[in-house]
């Protein structure tokens, strides 16, 4: 009995594993562009300028709103408190 219940626990498992796989969105395709968007905003991009297909393909992959995803505002506000402060100019 305890050997017939692992077994389908087990199965279970397995057949869950296999259709989040299948249903996993992230390809080749797909992983350029945030790999893409990061280099850009990492090159003092602006979230703003974001494309609409980098931002659908992004919400797709987070599992929420690209305006939401904090690692990139957390990298916007970095950069604007690197940027040199000259009153002179």
């Known amino acids: ?7 389908g626990v087990v199965g279970l498992l ?3 594993a296999l259709i989040s796989a299948l249903t996993f969105k992230l390809d080749k395709k797909t992983f350029q562009v945030p790999k893409n ?8 991009g602006k979230m703003a ?3 609409p297909e ?3 393909v992004c919400t797709t992959l987070a599992g929420v709103d690209y305006d939401s995803i904090t690692v990139w505002k957390e990298a916007e ?8 402060h000259d009153k002179n100019k």
């Open 49 to 51: 300028d974001a494309t």
């Open 37 to 44: 968007e990061l280099k850009r905003l990492q090159g003092n």
């Open 77 to 84: 506000k970095i950069r604007k408190e690197e940027q040199p």
């Open 14 to 16: 397995i057949i869950i």
């Open 1 to 7: 009995m305890i050997v017939f219940t692992l077994s």
């Open 54 to 56: 980098t931002k659908r």
